[in-house]
């Protein structure tokens, strides 16, 4: 039988502890996930490519079933490129709702052979996102137990050369 393979896509600018959790959960449904690097156009980036690549390779290093890459080009043509067929994504609250519902309806009109499938995010996680957290580290706040500790490392490294 085939592998039940999903595209996890997002900026990833850093990695949290929600996206984590999500993918975790979603390995409770597919047999495999490519967590895939894609850009968003409307948001610049503090980590550049090759540093989100490196932090989530090391974050799922001893995962053999997630996979991370990255792509320039349009969600549903990797997906296609990929032989996925399914989109995983997130949804913490009401406010993600319209963006994420927006999305998927318009990635079902470039491709109808794509399918998206929400998982709700941990309620620990629910508050959190990588802008937030991006915002409390620059001005010193600790958000340990928000990050892997590739990311926390990489946070502090990145404001401190920012000094
Ligand atoms: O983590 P994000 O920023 O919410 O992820 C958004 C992302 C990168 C998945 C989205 O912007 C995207 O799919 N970019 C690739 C270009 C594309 O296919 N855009 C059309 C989607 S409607």
Do not use: C
């Amino acid at each position: 039988m085939k592998r039940k393979i999903a595209i996890y896509p997002g900026s990833f600018d850093p990695p949290t502890n929600g996206h984590l959790d999500l993918i975790k959960r979603g390995l409770k449904l597919f047999d495999g996930i490519i967590v895939a690097i894609l850009n968003n156009p409307s948001k610049g980036t503090l980590f550049n490519l090759e540093e989100r690549i490196e932090m989530l390779k090391e974050i799922f290093k001893d995962h053999s079933n997630v996979e991370v890459d990255s792509s320039d080009g349009l969600l549903v043509d990797y997906v296609i490129e990929r032989d996925a067929h399914v989109i995983l994504r997130g949804m913490r609250a009401v406010s993600d709702f319209e963006y994420e519902f927006q999305m998927a309806l318009m990635n079902r009109r470039l491709n109808r052979n794509v399918q998206t499938v929400f998982l709700m995010t941990g309620l620990r996680w629910i508050f959190i996102s990588s802008s937030i957290i991006k915002e409390a580290a620059r001005f010193g706040g600790d958000v340990t137990d928000m990050v892997p500790p590739i990311v926390h490392k990489k946070l502090k490294e990145k404001y401190d050369s920012l000094k």
